[in-house]
């Protein structure tokens, strides 16, 4: 272990959490919040600060710097996300550190009511001693994703103030945005210039994930037939009732994501809207296997068709779009990365944990568009949440595990 990394692991955290970079998927702007530029403003000067080159802020929002090679290798991308999640609360966001963790009940200033325990949170119980961080109660913390820039942040300095530090070409970007699957610009694979990449975007300890979900959006558009209801007998075709016959059809005691785990997919209604006249649904498709992906809109799409047969003086439409695949798919071809991090864990004792991601990553569309890119842990825990939390001698780990990795790509 090594104690310097944890000080200032410890230090660039708390300042990253306290600088609110939520991002917002109503916003069609890039980056969809100004305030992530806060964020990307200070990584600039503090990458320029410790001797970083060719650093940037891109048009569309990203930071990329090059850690110069010690020796010829692949050029490796490590890449961290600078948004929080816009499902909590992240204005104001106040991190402390409890040091030296004695594995009670940790309470929170600004929530009386709220408590984190090792008994709800066995992971917690696992960190005696060490220095856990949190939010005050009334917000996320936002260690998803500053501890990834935070770990990036401090194997950056380390190797540039160590030039002996033996290492391939580095190249780093901090993407806004990618809470709302916006993350990877068409332009960030040719402008990051790496053969294979990473994010460390992952929990706990040993973390290395390269399979996610594949995953499809459908729109359900059903018009019925408007007409005065005092008028309707025999005419009026209510696209309400219509929605709610659809629903009521779907499969509801399985293929949902609170009935199912593992490697099973669901079909998830996330949003519904109109009136009598058109009502317009959203659905998440996921499944891990290309199939499964496919039945899961076939079987939407038949159930469409089906209540469209009943009535046929109703029009409805069902669009299927692709959102992002498994990166499993490209990564099985040539598993170099995935295998270059499990060596690096076990160098320095740590037994890698490879489990399917059910969501995605900014790796997965990286991945799709050419770059291969596992997700690494940071030790982030409870993360979208007030009990969001963080040890600080994890994200030691997880920068020596950055280290490993970067000497382990030389042989
Ligand atoms: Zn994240």
């Given amino acids: ?58 048009d569309y929002g990203t930071v990329l710097a090059t850690i110069p090679g010690t020796d010829p290798g692949p050029t490796i991308g490590f890449l961290a996300h600078v948004d929080t999640a816009p499902q909590f609360n992240a204005t104001g966001v106040k991190p402390r550190v409890i040091r030296g963790y004695n594995g009670g009940a940790i309470t929170y200033p600004d929530a ?45 300095r380390h190797m540039l103030m160590n030039p002996d530090h033996p290492r391939p070409t580095l190249r780093l970007a901090f993407t806004p945005d990618e809470e709302i699957g916006r993350g990877v610009d068409p332009r960030l694979p040719e402008d990051l210039g790496a053969d294979f990449a990473y994010t460390f975007d992952g929990g706990r300890v040993g973390e290395v994930e390269y399979e996610t979900f594949s995953a499809d959006l459908a729109l359900v558009t059903i018009t019925g037939v408007s007409i005065h209801p005092g008028f309707a007998t025999g005419k009026l075709v209510s696209a309400i009732q219509l929605a709610a016959k659809l629903l009521q059809t779907l499969p509801q005691a399985t293929m949902t994501p609170d009935t199912t785990s593992g490697r099973d997919g669901f079909i998830h209604a996330t ?31 038949q159930l469409c068709a089906a209540i469209a047969a009943s009535e046929p003086r109703a029009t ?48 997965s569309r990286l991945t799709e568009m050419g770059v291969p890119c596992p997700n690494l842990f940071t030790g982030m825990q409870n993360i979208h949440g007030p009990l969001e939390w963080i040890s600080a001698q994890d994200m030691a780990r997880a920068t020596e595990f950055c280290l490993s990795l970067t000497r382990q790509a030389l042989k």
Avoid at 6 to 14: A, Q, S
Avoid at 25 to 51: C, F, K, W, Y
Avoid at 272 to 291: K, V
Wanted: aromatic share 4%; glycine share 8%.
């Fill in 1 to 58: 272990m090594m104690p310097e990394f944890t000080e200032e692991l410890i230090d660039r955290l708390t300042r990253y959490c306290a600088i609110d970079s939520q991002s917002d998927a109503s916003s069609p702007s890039s980056p969809s919040t100004a305030i992530q530029l806060d964020m990307q403003r200070l990584l600039v000067e503090e990458l320029t600060g410790i001797g970083a080159q060719d650093v940037t802020l891109t």
């Fill in 112 to 156: 009386p009511d709220l408590s984190l325990t090792p008994e709800d949170f066995p992971y917690l119980g696992e960190k005696l001693g060490h220095d856990i961080i949190t939010a005050s109660g009334t917000t996320l913390l936002g260690a998803d994703d500053k501890a990834g820039v935070a770990i990036l942040m401090t194997a950056a």
């Fill in 271 to 301: 949003d519904m809207e109109g009136d009598a006249a058109e009502m317009r649904l959203t659905f998440i498709l996921r499944d891990f296997e290309r199939d499964g992906l496919a039945a899961k809109g076939a079987l939407l799409e």
């Fill in 316 to 363: 409805i439409t069902c669009q299927i779009t692709p959102q992002y695949r498994n990166m499993r798919y490209w990564l099985e071809d040539d598993m170099t990365p995935v295998t270059l991090a499990h060596d690096a864990a076990r160098a320095l004792g740590i037994e890698p944990v490879s489990i399917p991601i059910r969501g995605g990553t900014d790796g």
